[in-house]
């Protein structure tokens, strides 16, 4: 069913529109652009400021003025007539004053406690110091100080807070004081009195004498236990430690916790370790990031391979690993148990 004003709309066909706009004056335009506003100030796809036609006639005030803006608003209020009460406020109080309840005061009475005359005889006649030993066994620890307590001593006077022992200060550890260029001689010439290195701490050892010492690691025959904690080394400084596994066959420990070394640098030194059957302990925990799921399977695979390794100094993220390992290091050490008393017998 058409609709009854679809049926006059045919004779609008033919005509053309932009003849009828290239007619119309200017004054006609701007009143078309008007009534074309306000036909669809709701319209989404035009912005906001052509939805609806300007009908601001005040001039523009110019820029921004807080302290006119604020007279001009203390003005308006001054101005503005306040609204009458209904009923006009006298000031009288109607109603009772609310008056609170007084709770009682409970009163207790001290308790006066007797003693059989002995007893009171044989505290009467004590010493301080039999008083002193008396309290501490009984647990009374404000009637006399820490000091009276457990020394047995002290005035007649007592305090009844407890006093507290003087703090023995706690200082820090001294800096290493291992020459790290002596040291790397040392390995070099392969000295027989060197058998323990230790560079722990030592955080300003450059990546390349890092890399000289474990390159003078290969070929050195005395040195059973190194260790190189929070040095600051990286992935570098690993291959450089894992290639000295490979051809080294004395050192017996290797500590690298807390250094910079990443999931594959930590590989290169598993790779190394299938190969190594005379280090018996190795520690690589808390490095900068985590190893991941892979590199804990390859540990765990290592310590299966690999029967001299009787101490593994890391935390597994994965249970899985965790089990595999542990188990590992388990039957590592029953082999040294019974080729020891292999051994013995």
């Known amino acids: 069913m058409a609709l009854s004003y679809k049926k006059d709309l045919g004779k609008y066909k033919d005509i053309d529109e932009d003849e009828i706009l290239n007619n119309l004056s200017t004054e006609e335009l701007k009143q078309l652009e008007m009534a074309l506003e306000e036909m669809d100030p709701e319209n989404a796809l035009l912005p906001a400021g052509l939805r609806q036609k300007d009908q601001t006639v005040k001039k523009a005030t110019g820029t921004f003025n807080r302290d006119s803006l604020l007279k001009y608003l203390e003005k308006e209020a001054m101005e503005y007539k306040d609204r009458e009460d209904i009923v006009p406020f006298t000031g009288e109080k109607k109603g009772k004053v609310f008056i609170p309840k007084q709770k009682p005061i409970q009163t207790q009475k001290e308790e006066v406690t007797t003693l059989d005359p002995e007893l009171e005889?044989?505290?009467?006649?004590?010493?301080?110091?039999?008083?002193?030993?008396?309290?501490?066994?009984?647990?009374?620890?404000?009637?006399?100080?820490?000091?009276?307590?457990?020394?047995?001593?002290?005035?007649?006077?007592?305090?009844?807070?407890?006093?507290?022992?003087?703090?023995?200060?706690?200082?820090?550890?001294?800096?290493?004081?291992?020459?790290?260029?002596?040291?790397?001689?040392?390995?070099?010439?392969?000295?027989?009195?060197?058998?323990?290195?230790?560079?722990?701490?030592?955080?300003?050892?450059?990546?390349?004498?890092?890399?000289?010492?474990?390159?003078?690691?290969?070929?050195?025959?005395?040195?059973?236990?190194?260790?190189?904690?929070?040095?600051?080394?990286?992935?570098?400084?690993?291959?450089?430690?894992?290639?000295?596994?490979?051809?080294?066959?004395?050192?017996?420990?290797?500590?690298?916790?807390?250094?910079?070394?990443?999931?594959?640098?930590?590989?290169?030194?598993?790779?190394?370790?299938?190969?190594?059957?005379?280090?018996?302990?190795?520690?690589?925990?808390?490095?900068?990031?985590?190893?991941?799921?892979?590199?804990?399977?390859?540990?765990?695979?290592?310590?299966?391979?690999?029967?001299?390794?009787?101490?593994?100094?890391?935390?597994?993220?994965?249970?899985?690993?965790?089990?595999r390992a542990a188990a590992a290091i388990t039957k590592n050490n029953d082999l040294v148990r019974r080729r020891r008393v292999e051994g013995d017998l």
Request: proline share 3%.
């Open 121 to 323: 005889e044989a505290l009467s006649s004590a010493t301080d110091t039999e008083l002193c030993d008396l309290a501490a066994i009984l647990g009374v620890h404000t009637l006399v100080s820490s000091s009276q307590t457990y020394d047995g001593t002290g005035g007649k006077e007592y305090n009844n807070v407890v006093k507290g022992e003087k703090m023995n200060p706690v200082f820090d550890e001294p800096p290493n004081p291992t020459n790290v260029e002596e040291t790397l001689q040392r390995i070099k010439s392969n000295d027989s009195s060197l058998t323990e290195v230790n560079l722990n701490n030592i955080k300003n050892i450059a990546i390349p004498t890092l890399k000289d010492i474990a390159k003078a690691m290969e070929k050195n025959t005395h040195v059973k236990k190194f260790s190189m904690a929070a040095t600051r080394s990286n992935d570098p400084v690993a291959v450089a430690f894992s290639e000295m596994l490979r051809e080294n066959k004395t050192l017996r420990s290797l500590n690298m916790e807390s250094n910079f070394i990443t999931g594959a640098g930590v590989q290169t030194l598993i790779d190394a370790l299938r190969d190594n059957d005379t280090l018996t302990e190795i520690k690589i925990d808390n490095q900068r990031q985590q190893l991941g799921t892979n590199v804990e399977m390859e540990i765990a695979k290592m310590l299966e391979q690999n029967h001299s390794i009787v101490k593994f100094g890391y935390h597994f993220a994965q249970q899985g690993p965790r089990s």
